[in-house]
């Protein structure tokens, strides 16, 4: 049985699911573990760490990894430019320092003299305009792409109608790195901490095609490794001793385990054999505030949990009275309340709470639910619909019960309300996100979205009809017009008003259905 460290973690980025009868009255608690010797401050003999990782991540390959699991394990794997603190706050990471202009549009990065690769080599500045013009490089297939448009001429490569070269990126040494912008960004610096902006070891990536991110062939240059890949059982990555600051990294091992049931998850953290959980079934979370209340660990997330719909295909494209119908049907405070439970915050926009930026809602949102489901019925009969004609609706979630749940109480709202009948669709995570990248058999879709870095453009940019993570099809000319504005717009409060804008606009448009912010 492995070593428990420290204090133990149960760390929720809650979504919601579905439960079981009972599923409250979990089993009696193990036996108690002692932890941490006797004053609890001594470490365990063995230095590995076991997490619980939800679902299997698509790839390690930085530049077209998409999911939060995926993410997780290459911060661990990677180091950007620029890294987080615990706090959140922004700290060098393989650039020791960094300048910025006066016009705000060139920054200088100056790397560690002893920043290694896993294998050894030193990381150089080329290492970085390699990975970023291998990031923009439409044959990269990233559904990412479109988060360096800030760089000078990164659209246009993106787009292919530059070649990557023409990227606005330079190596002046082997320890300087400029990166030219097309109008001043204010939160590029968090961007770079994104796996998008990650070097890749070149000699490896022109060796290994593809292959270049399994185990044996992947070199990075974070604190870990890749030792070992499973599919359906485990991630281990192992210390990188070439790290340049593995004289500080304690654990010796990280192990990622891919588990999509959240009581399997939970049962398994309960008899020692993760350290910390991805999630936990939210109609435990009650007992486990009772049982386990100093394991439990529930913080604000900068997130985002919607539906999409699929505006390109009928019934939804065209019809957004139908669209707002729906939305306008979903009492939320029965969803966060009683469904989830984990103090998420219901919400009626996209953008969750961030510094600077004043939350945009549509008016409905301070109205009683009464109100609300009276306008639903009067939208839903405008958009042809009635008790004899009902809309049949495919609504559709990654495998969790987590998620099952909230898509049976949301599919009962719809029916009590306004007489939808509701096909409940799930897909293993791959298949759904290919499913919904391919925008033709979709109707009603889960969509979470995890901020990129702490501005509201992380997640204003994914609704331009242009970014390859759009699998709502939602096309808005004005929309876009104003990020386009917003990203060159050098007046913090004038930038924030652009992006308030945008929110407005898309909201009357309603492409996503709007759910709660995540914990």
């Known amino acids: 049985m492995p070593s428990r460290l420290g204090w133990l973690l149960l760390t929720l980025a809650l979504v919601t699911g579905c439960g079981r009868p009972g599923e409250e009255a979990a089993a009696p608690v193990p036996k108690k573990v002692v932890v941490g010797g006797a004053t609890g401050q001594e470490l365990a003999a063995e230095q590995i760490l076991r997490k619980g990782n939800g679902t299997e991540p698509e790839t390690l390959d930085p530049h077209r990894a998409e999911g939060v699991t995926a993410s997780n394990v290459l911060r661990d794997l990677f180091e950007g430019l620029v890294t987080e603190a615990a706090d959140g706050a922004l700290i060098p990471g393989a650039a020791e320092s960094w300048t910025i202009s006066e016009d705000g549009r060139v920054y200088t990065f100056r790397l560690r003299a002893n920043g290694r690769w896993s294998n050894g080599d030193p990381v150089v500045a080329e290492d970085f305009v390699f990975g970023l013009r291998r990031s923009a490089d439409p044959a990269t297939l990233s559904e990412y792409s479109a988060i360096l448009y800030p760089i000078d001429s990164a659209e246009a490569v993106v787009n292919g109608q530059l070649p990557p070269e023409k990227l606005g990126v330079r190596a002046i040494d082997e320890r300087t790195l400029e990166i030219r912008l097309h109008s001043p960004t204010p939160y590029l610096l968090g961007l770079l901490t994104h796996s998008s902006t990650y070097p890749v070891h070149r000699a490896s990536v022109e060796k290994f095609g593809d292959k270049f991110a399994r185990p044996g062939n992947l070199v990075s240059n974070g604190a870990y490794r890749l030792n070992a890949w499973k599919v359906q059982s485990h991630i281990q990555l192992v210390r990188n001793p070439y790290y340049w600051e593995n004289d500080k990294t304690t654990i010796n091992e990280v192990w990622y385990y891919p588990v999509e049931n959240a009581e399997s998850e939970l049962n398994r953290y309960r008899a020692n054999e993760f350290d910390m959980t991805e999630t936990v079934p939210n109609r435990q979370i009650p007992w486990l505030r009772k049982n386990l209340p100093d394991e439990l660990h529930i913080a604000p997330y900068l997130g985002s949990y919607v539906y999409g719909f699929n505006t390109s295909q009928p019934p ?204």
């Not at 989830?340 to 945009?360: H, L, M, R």
């Not at 609706?393 to 987590?402: F, G, K, M, P, W």
């Not at 017009?481 to 717009?489: H, K, M, T, V, W």
Request: charged share 25%; no cysteine; aromatic share 10%.
């Open 316 to 519: 939804f494209k065209d019809n957004v009275p139908l669209r707002k119908a729906l939305a306008l049907a979903l009492d939320r405070d029965i969803l966060v309340g009683k469904i989830t439970g984990a103090g998420e915050i219901a919400s009626y926009g996209w953008v969750p709470p961030v510094t600077g930026y004043k939350n945009q809602q549509p008016v409905w949102a301070t109205w009683t639910q009464e109100e609300r489901n009276a306008e639903a019925r009067r939208l839903y009969a405008e958009a042809g619909y009635s008790a004899e004609n009902p809309l049949r609706v495919q609504l559709l979630h990654n495998t969790e019960i987590n998620h099952r749940r909230l898509a049976v109480a949301m599919a009962a709202m719809w029916r009590d309300v306004l007489g939808v009948e509701t096909e409940i669709l799930n897909q293993e995570w791959q298949v759904f996100l290919q499913t919904r990248r391919t925008k033709v058999d979709t109707q009603v879709f889960r969509y979470g979205w995890v901020g990129d870095y702490n501005d509201p453009y992380t997640f204003a940019e994914i609704l331009d009809s242009k970014h390859g993570l759009n699998d709502m099809a939602y096309d808005n000319p004005r929309y876009d017009e104003l990020l386009l504005q917003a990203s060159r717009e050098a007046d913090p409060a004038a930038r924030m008003a652009l992006l308030e804008e945008a929110e407005r606009i898309m909201l009357d448009d309603m492409p996503v259905l709007p759910i709660y912010y995540y914990v």
